[in-house]
């Protein structure tokens, strides 16, 4: 019995687009070795700007803005990682971080928020959905990239975007 050439053509094209679609998905389930290091605050630009478009009080920017901040990725057990976010006023720490998984966590503001980090591309989202709806919590997503020896953590509020610039430490 002969074999359709077509069918086979069909079902190879079928294999190859399954097989990358996996590696595709599989590629984003780990976080990428650049990533890892402890990487502390050198600049910022427009990040005053910013915190006022979200809406914090003047008080509350100032604390932010003058504040010490380093970040810290490390590896933990299987494809999770550990990550801290250390500050002059209060550190956060997040254990065991599965990409693309939503945990509830401590942010810097104190109340409890729904968290998820995920990659998309070569960049690295964090998502912070505040538990609760009051006080000055608000919903935040940071975009983690590389730009030369920098790590930038960029902001997005109203139209209006702050960055702030890490250095490896």
Same mark, same amino acid.
């Given at each position: 019995p002969s074999v359709d050439p077509r069918l086979t053509m069909r079902l190879l094209l079928s294999s190859l687009v399954l097989l990358s679609l996996? #590696? =595709?998905?599989? =590629?984003? @389930?780990v976080l990428p070795e650049k990533f890892y290091g402890k990487f502390t605050l050198d600049h910022s630009e427009n990040f $005053? /700007? &910013? #915190? /006022?478009a979200k809406g914090y009080s003047w008080f509350t920017r100032k604390l932010v803005t003058l504040a010490t901040f380093e970040k810290v990725f490390t590896k933990g057990a299987g494809n999770t990682f $550990?990550? /801290?976010n250390l500050t002059t006023k209060k550190n956060v720490a997040y254990k065991g971080v599965t990409l693309g998984k939503e945990f509830t966590g401590e942010g810097l503001d104190s109340n409890e928020? +729904?968290? @998820? %980090? &995920? !990659? +998309?591309? $070569? +960049?690295l989202f964090e998502k912070h959905v505040p538990v609760k709806a009051d006080g000055e919590a608000k919903e935040e997503e940071y975009e983690y990239y590389f730009d030369g /020896? %920098? #790590?930038?953590?960029? !902001?997005e509020a109203n139209k209006v975007v702050g960055k702030r610039f890490y250095k490896r430490v």
């Open positions: 996996g #590696l =595709a998905i599989s =590629a984003n @389930t $005053d /700007e &910013y #915190l /006022e $550990d990550y /801290e928020h +729904k968290v @998820t %980090f &995920y !990659m +998309k591309g $070569d +960049k /020896e %920098f #790590l930038v953590v960029r !902001m």
